[in-house]
């Protein structure tokens, strides 16, 4: 006796509506990471004094990333646009991509907000966030009357 795999997907399916949900649904033909939004790598230490972000941006600018501090949200945000245009006698060729993103972090408490310091390097992006004491509040008994 020999053991025989059984597939319940028949080649041609009685409803066809069925069976493009199921060719559409199926993940190694659409793999679901090439349908999100690309967001850069970023990896988060925490040290004594400080909490470290590193962000993958290979290939952007420092000119074009934007970081700040908004409503105790790190954003960091990058846009870049490229055309180009070729004419000749005959035709024009004309070209363009956009590409963009938007991560923002909440901030702990204990975050120095103004010493913040950012360093882009090799297609990567350090921030340094100094971490600053933060006053705790004591407990307090009340007195009963």
Known sequence: MSLINFN?????????STALDSFFDDDHFFDKR???????????????SAFVVKMAVPGVDKDKLNVEVKDNLLIISSEMED???EEEKNFTRREYSFQSFKRSFALPDNVDEGSIKAIHQKGELVLTLPKSEVETKKSKQIAID
């Open 8 to 16: 319940n997907r028949s080649f041609i399916p009685n409803n066809w």
């Open 83 to 85: 055309r180009q245009e």
């Open 34 to 48: 090439k349908r999100t939004a690309s967001l850069p790598a970023t990896n988060i230490e925490e040290t004594d």
